[in-house]
């Protein structure tokens, strides 16, 4: 099997990833780029400059503000290897990967320092009905915006709380698609909570009156938007056919072939726990996160977490804490001393600050009510791919099953082809809350290799050979 050796191999094509790169490539470190997707962006500029929509302009201009970025990346001859899938990576920084395409294959990658750059993924959701057909997630449904030019055919009810709520529901409506609610699950508690960040949120540059507008804009487009909504579920038989909730002391219906739910992001750990970094529960954020550095590195030497999946912060952040993983990486393989490093570090970290003074402000307002996080209802469906309910791990935690990994030998729960990402919170939570412990103790699952499924046949396909010369998705020369 072909091995392929780079200084800095960087997994992840958002802006995280990409800062790192353009960073080290700065500093004249060979590079590399793997992503899983056809074009760089990652999720919040997915095809930013390959957009399949006659009018990108809908999505808004903290969208479109990502093709700079981009641009500048393609064309920056950074070696850049699309439709790759890193699916195991050690704490040796020996990397597995399978690319598609023309360039079809397994092959090995090392690296003297790696950067991940995974972002986050959409929080758990688990109310009742929310397996049916008709209900997905607002990030999903604004993933087929991007990528495919897709918008749902329906009038949508949009449920749940946190930022990308109002914002997906704007771009509907930029792009003339009908929602016929907002169902807004923050707490009162909430708005009591966030006062106390509101001078941090007041130096942030232009989020708040970026939220004011986003809910101007919906108030103005006639949208129904209930506040205080609680006990909300989703009925139907074969697929979604409506939405009941409660909100100002009575019970509503609303009739829809068409649920999105969202309540918020949280990092995508699968990759950082798999090689054996250390992780933190982090209660504002009620998530994990890998244990970083200053400069974001992982409690592995050389292995850094860069963007959201180190602590959700947000796009404009994710890419000074790229540029400061790259800086280190940079000083550790002797290409930058330490005054040159921290002298160019110092804009990146005011940036960082600037940008992630928001955050406590946003994280005390839509933190995800108990009822959401963990369900009441016994039979609601927690584990997906094995059909694992809330009663079972509530059942599993009194016959004293102590941790995630317990139930999953009991249930199989987390062993489907989501390996726990859309369960995991939800089963440590619930097992936390039976036997009265912290959820830092309870823990998670334990990760293993392949992050995500790989088949035998793609295994088979070992790369032997270079691809074609010249081809910029190939080996970086």
């Not at 009591?192 to 960040?197: E, P, Q, V």
């Not at 307002?365 to 791919?385: H, I, K, N």
Request: glycine letters at 12%; charged letters at 20%.
């Amino acid at each position: 099997m072909t091995v392929k050796h780079v200084d800095l191999l960087v997994v992840g094509a958002g802006p995280a990833g990409i800062a790192a790169a353009l960073e080290a490539r700065a500093h004249r470190l060979e590079v590399l780029v793997v992503d899983e997707n056809v074009h760089p962006g990652g999720q919040i500029y997915r095809n930013v400059s390959h957009s399949p929509l006659a009018n990108p302009d809908i999505l808004g201009s903290d969208y479109l503000r990502g093709r700079a970025l981009v641009e500048e990346f393609e064309q920056s001859g950074i070696a850049y290897w699309p439709q790759t899938l890193a699916w195991q990576i050690g704490a040796d920084k020996r990397v597995s990967v399978t690319r598609q395409g023309s360039c079809r294959g397994t092959l090995q990658i090392e690296a003297k320092a790696i950067v991940l750059a995974g972002g986050a993924q959409e929080r758990p959701f688990p109310v009742p009905g929310w397996t049916l057909p008709g209900v997905m997630g607002v990030g999903a449904a604004q993933t087929l915006l991007k990528s495919a030019g897709l918008a749902p055919q329906a009038p949508a009810v949009l449920a749940g709380c946190g930022p990308l709520l109002y914002l997906f529901a704007w771009q509907l409506i930029n792009a003339g698609i009908e929602v016929r609610a907002i169902l807004d699950t923050t707490e009162a508690a909430g708005y009591r909570r966030a006062l106390g960040h509101l001078g941090g949120a007041l130096r942030a540059p232009g989020y708040l009156w970026k939220g004011w507008s986003l809910l101007r804009a919906i108030r103005r487009a006639g949208v129904r938007h209930v506040k205080g909504v609680t006990a909300l579920r989703v009925l139907g038989a074969a697929h979604a056919e409506a939405v009941e909730f409660s909100a100002g002391g009575s019970t509503q219906r609303i009739e829809t072939p068409l649920v999105l739910l969202h309540q918020g992001v949280i990092p995508n750990t699968q990759v950082t726990r798999s090689i054996g970094c250390e992780h933190v529960w982090d209660e504002p954020q009620l998530c994990w996160r890998p244990r970083l550095d200053a400069w974001g590195e992982t409690s592995l030497p050389d292995i850094f977490v860069a963007g959201d999946g180190g602590g959700i912060a947000g796009a404009l952040a994710a890419e000074p804490s790229g540029r400061l993983a790259a800086l280190q990486a940079a000083h550790r393989i002797g290409k930058l001393d330490a005054g040159k490093r921290d002298a160019r570090a110092l804009a990146q970290r005011h940036m960082l600050e600037r940008h992630g003074a928001i955050r406590p402000f946003l994280d005390a307002l839509y933190r995800p009510a108990d009822a959401f996080r963990r369900p009441a209802d016994d039979s609601t469906v927690v584990c997906r791919c094995e059909e694992v309910s809330a009663g079972e791990v509530r059942q599993m935690a009194r016959l004293g099953c102590v941790g995630p990994n317990q139930t999953k030998s009991f249930s199989r729960c987390g062993m489907g082809p989501c390996q726990g990402r859309f369960c995991g919170l939800t089963v440590a939570e619930l097992l936390a809350e039976e036997q009265g412990r912290p959820v830092a103790e309870v823990g998670y699952y334990r990760i293993r290799p392949p992050i995500k499924p790989v088949t035998l046949g793609e295994l088979a396909t070992a790369v032997t050979a270079p691809p074609v010369q010249g081809e910029r998705a190939g080996f970086p020369k």
